[in-house]
C-alpha cells in the first residue's frame, strides 16, 4: 500500500456542463454553491451571473477556505465563503443574503479530500484514520472505529454501505483494536471477506469506508435537513440541484424532489380531485442525469455519479412538466 503524506490533483467538477444547462444560472442571480470543495462547479456559475451577480460558498471543511481566498480573484462575479454545515448556513441563510435564485450541492467526498492521504478517506493510501470533512470536530473514524460496540459499527457498515459482510468485518475490527490507520482497517476488512470478494470487481474496503465516512460526517442526516432548507430559502422560480454519487443520497434526493411536484394525492378510485393539492415544483429533467461515456473515461470517479434538479413553482397552475425546457 501506499504511503505519502499529500497528493496534488487538479481538480475536475462532476456533470458541470449539465449542471450549467439545467440551473441556467443568469446574469444578476444569487446563487449559493453548498459545496465548494475544489471550486469547479463554482466557476462556471461565476462565469454565468457575470459581475451583477453574487455567489455564496459553502463548505465546512477549512481547507475550502483556503482554495477559495485563491480563486476568488479569479472568479467572474462577487463572492463570498461561509464555512460550516451547509444545512445550517441554509436554515439561516435569507436572514443574510437574501433569498438565493439557485442553489445545488454535490455532495459526499471530493476528489480533494480524497487525495490528500494524510485526511485519511481513502483506502489506496496508508494514513492515520480521520476522515473528517470538518477538521474541528471531535468525532473522527478512529474513535468510531476503535470504540463503537461491535453490533453499532456493524449496522452502520451495514446500513450506509449497504455491506453484505457487514457482521464479519465488525467483528474483525473488534478483535484487530486497536486499529490506527487506514491501512490496517484495509488489512482488517481483508481478513474479514471470502476470497471471491477480496479479488472481485471493485475494491473490498471501498464500502466500509464509505459507510464510516458517512457516520462520521453525519452525511445523509445533514441532507435531510439540507433538501427543506434550501428549497424554503428559494425565490418564486428558483432552482435546485444535488449531485449524488452513491443510492443512499439518490433515492433522497429523488424521494423529496418526486413529494414536490406532486400533484392531486387524492385516492385513485376518487373520479375528480377533492383535495386541491397542487404541486411546488417542476422536475428539471425526467430521469437522473449521469455522466457520458467520456467523462468517465477523463475521470473515473463521476461513474456513479447522478444528477437531479427542480424549479420553484410560482403558484397552482403553473406546473412545469418533467419534460419542460430541461435546459433552462
Known sequence: MATLTYMPTEHVPVLATELVALLDPRPGELVVDCTFGGGGHARLVAERIGPAGTLVCVDR????ADRFAELEPQLDCPARFVGGDFAEVLER??????????????????????????????????????????????????????????????????KFGEERHARSIAAVIVRRRPVETTGELVEAIR????????????????????????????????????????????????????????????????????????????????????????????????????????????NPRAGSARLRAA?????????LTEGENPQG
Request: hydrophobic fraction near 40%.
Open 191 to 298: 481478513a474479514a471477506v471470502p476470497p471471491a470478494y477480496r479479488f472481485g470487481r471493485g475494491h473490498p474496503a471501498k464500502r466500509s469506508f464509505q459507510a464510516i465516512r458517512i457516520a462520521v460526517n453525519g452525511e445523509l442526516e445533514s441532507l435531510d435537513r439540507a433538501l427543506p432548507a434550501a428549497w424554503a430559502s428559494l425565490r418564486e422560480g428558483g432552482r435546485l440541484a444535488a449531485i449524488s454519487f452513491h443510492s443512499l443520497e439518490d433515492r433522497r434526493v429523488k424521494r423529496y424532489f418526486a413529494e414536490l411536484a406532486r400533484g392531486c394525492v387524492c385516492p385513485p378510485e376518487l373520479p375528480v380531485c377533492r383535495c386541491g393539492h397542487e404541486p411546488e415544483a417542476g422536475l428539471l429533467a425526467r430521469r437522473a442525469v449521469k455522466p457520458t461515456p467520456d467523462e468517465i473515461e477523463r
Open 61 to 64: 471543511d477549512p481547507a475550502s
Open 93 to 158: 441563510l435569507d436572514r443574510h443574503s437574501g433569498r438565493p435564485d439557485v442553489v445545488y450541492m454535490d455532495l459526499g467526498v471530493s476528489s480533494l479530500q480524497l487525495d490528500a492521504a494524510e485526511r485519511g478517506f481513502s483506502y489506496s493510501y496508508d494514513a492515520p484514520l480521520d476522515m473528517r470533512m470538518d477538521t474541528n470536530q471531535e468525532l473522527s473514524a478512529r474513535e468510531l472505529v476503535n470504540e463503537w460496540p461491535q453490533a453499532r459499527l456493524e449496522a452502520t457498515i451495514r
Open 311 to 319: 424549479r420553484k413553482l410560482a403558484g397552482a397552475g403553473s406546473f
